[in-house]
């Protein structure tokens, strides 16, 4: 299937391992991702704090980049970026007088939002129109004996009613579903939905780091060897800060986490470096291990 | 319809710990989770203590985490929540403590409902006849204005669970709710007290509460109205405004975030280097450096224009 991509600032920025790890494995399963260069920053959900109008219109323009291309979806791997655009797509497609109101912004720079577009995330893409049954097929490196927390991140699971829940109500089990299908064992843990903290690390540093021990410590606790998320930002969180977490809760943690694209890829035959498993802050070492996953 | 209910159970004088007791209940397709709960009371066990009252999401009495979700017992159709298991979790409400099974104790809750001085002062002499307030203030006051006190989006706060000190979402939509009244005479004064440590830049924006509010609320979203307020009101010395002055001023002149830019702005002159140096040699022992020289988009002109002709 063909997607209009939004890749987002953190997966070449904050945690670079991501953009390759993406590409490689869309590539594999047969996504044609159509990189939309001229997109702008969706505001993460930071813009809207100065002017929503303004998030509205940037966003709308993203949309309409799509359109202009003749691509009905936009396809995402940040959760963050994700959360946004369906928030800002919802309003708009809700509300005809108010989309009409967005496009005289954007009329000026020669675009008009026509309200077609979709916005989708990889991971429900995946098991929405890919579909589980066609990735099993593509295994070759199951995961066998890896025990996994899965960390959905906020924005692909709240609020409900914009993230397309009703006509998918099973949308915060995917994660478990797709380690299922990689061969691994997904494990049940308290704070699989919660806040990873990355929102509030740099105003209110000692409680996102509370929020990192919590959850690292959870899926510890329940013998998780590794945790998965859809989310850059929640990476960060857990894995960057989990050094600085694990410090002022006063326990050794060590929980390596995986962006859910590194996992899949790892199953599907993806080295250690094609993945870029050595570049994150939390050794990924046992995971390499248990895997058996190749070291190029 | 058969349904089963697993519930939290304690009481403080006589256990030592909490315990979960299994009922089956026997409901019609349109019962409701208090209905069950009711049920199990009134023919099976007399013992089990709730709150509820209006039996019509009105009171806000009946909030309970119902498959670890906080919602109204009163208005969660058994129907409604078939799809997520076979037996229906009931617990009491989180971030307040037990008073007994499903009753918490709310002392919090209103204490912190006081802090933000939740009734109108009105600035200067008396008005002769009623205050004129046009349709779109009040709007915008009505979606805060439905707040029914029932706990459930204090009960789901991921922030409260980190840390109790924080004012939390309640009672930030309530502030919310006066702040923004056209007939108020001191916002300028709430925000001040609001943008104090534990007020409205310490919520993470997780959308707990939005999701758990039975009103429609949003309180995490009214908590974004008054950081726009604050900012637009020059309360801008904090890290959380500093963040997003930061990254608006990346967005507006490359189109992207300028991650480096944005640090150097929240944290300010030299702490920025101190804060992330850490950060920073580990970053580079991994390969893992952003971009140093931010590239933005070749039409990054366009988006300026939109910023300017939107005032930002």
Not at chain 1, 266 to 285: C, D, P, W
Not at chain 2, 107 to 125: A, I, Q, R
Not at chain 2, 133 to 157: E, H, T
Not at chain 2, 253 to 279: C, N, V
Request: aromatic share 6%; hydrophobic share 35%; net charge negative.
């Amino acid at each position: 299937m063909r997607y209009a991509f939004w890749p987002g600032c953190v997966s070449r920025g904050g945690t670079p391992e991501l953009y390759p790890a993406v590409t490689a494995v869309a590539a594999k399963v047969g996504m044609e991702l159509v990189e939309l260069d001229q997109a702008n920053c969706t505001g993460a959900g930071v813009l809207g704090e100065r002017n929503d109008e303004l998030v509205d219109t940037l966003n709308a323009r993203n949309f309409a980049i799509a359109e202009q291309q003749g691509l009905d979806t936009l396809l995402t791997i940040c959760s963050t970026c994700q959360g946004v655009m369906s928030s800002v797509n919802y309003k708009l497609r809700e509300r005809p007088e108010y989309l009409a109101k967005i496009n005289e912004n954007l009329r000026a720079e020669g675009l008009e939002y026509k309200g077609t577009v979709r916005v989708t995330h990889m991971m429900w893409a995946i098991v929405e129109e890919m579909g589980l049954d066609e990735l099993k097929t593509m295994v070759v490196n199951p995961l066998h004996g890896i025990k996994v927390a899965p960390f959905y991140g906020c924005y692909v699971l709240r609020p409900r009613y914009v993230l397309g829940f009703d006509e998918h109500p099973d949308r915060g089990q995917y994660l478990e579903k797709i380690v299922e299908t990689l061969g691994a064992e997904p494990i049940d843990y308290e704070g699989k939905w919660r806040c990873c903290g990355f929102p509030i690390m740099t105003i209110n540093e000692s409680n996102g780091l509370r929020m990192v021990a919590n959850h690292t410590q959870a899926a510890k606790d329940k013998g998780a060897h590794i945790m998965v998320t859809p989310c850059p930002l929640c990476h960060i969180s857990l894995d960057e800060f989990q050094p600085k977490a694990s410090n002022a809760a006063g326990r050794p943690i060590n929980m390596p986490v995986l962006h859910l694209p590194q996992m899949i890829g790892s199953a599907l035959g993806f080295n250690v470096k094609e993945m870029g498993l050595k570049r994150h802050i939390i050794s990924t070492e046992p995971f390499i291990q248990m895997s058996g996953v190749s070291r190029g | 319809m058969s349904t089963k209910l697993d519930v939290y159970r304690f009481d403080p004088e006589t256990d030592q710990d909490p315990s979960r007791k299994q009922y089956e209940v026997d409901l019609p397709e349109y019962g409701t989770v208090l209905e069950g709960l009711l049920e199990v009371r009134d023919a099976q066990d007399g013992t089990l203590s709730m709150r509820c009252s209006c039996r019509s999401a009105i009171c806000g009495s009946c909030s309970m985490k119902i498959n670890g979700q906080s919602r109204l017992a009163c208005k969660t159709l058994i129907s409604q929540i078939e799809h997520e298991g076979e037996t229906i979790t009931v617990d009491p409400m989180g971030n307040m403590p037990v008073i007994k099974d499903l009753v918490v104790d709310m002392d919090s809750f209103w204490d912190k409902m006081k802090t933000v001085g939740p009734y109108l002062k009105p600035e200067g002499p008396e008005p002769e006849r009623e205050n004129l307030v046009s349709n779109d203030s009040m709007m915008r006051l009505a979606v805060a204005m439905n707040c029914i006190m029932c706990g459930a989006c204090v009960s789901d706060c991921t922030v409260l669970e980190v840390d109790k000190s924080f004012l939390g979402p309640a009672a930030l939509a309530k502030a919310f709710r006066f702040a923004a009244d056209p007939r108020d005479g001191h916002t300028e004064e709430r925000l001040k007290s609001y943008v104090e440590p534990s007020g409205i830049w310490d919520c993470t924006r997780c959308n707990m509460c939005v999701q758990a509010c039975p009103k429609d609320v949003e309180p995490m979203e009214r908590i974004m109205d008054m950081r726009v307020m604050a900012i637009e009101s020059g309360l801008t010395d904090s890290r959380g405004a500093r963040h997003v002055e930061g990254f608006s001023n990346s967005v507006k002149h490359s189109g992207l975030l300028d991650e480096f830019a944005l640090a150097r702005k929240t944290f300010g002159f030299p702490k920025w280097g101190f804060e992330l140096a850490p950060f920073g040699i580990r970053r580079l022992l991994r390969r893992r450096l952003p971009p140093i020289i931010h590239k933005g988009i070749s039409t990054a002109k366009r988006v300026t224009r939109i910023f300017e002709r939107l005032g930002v």
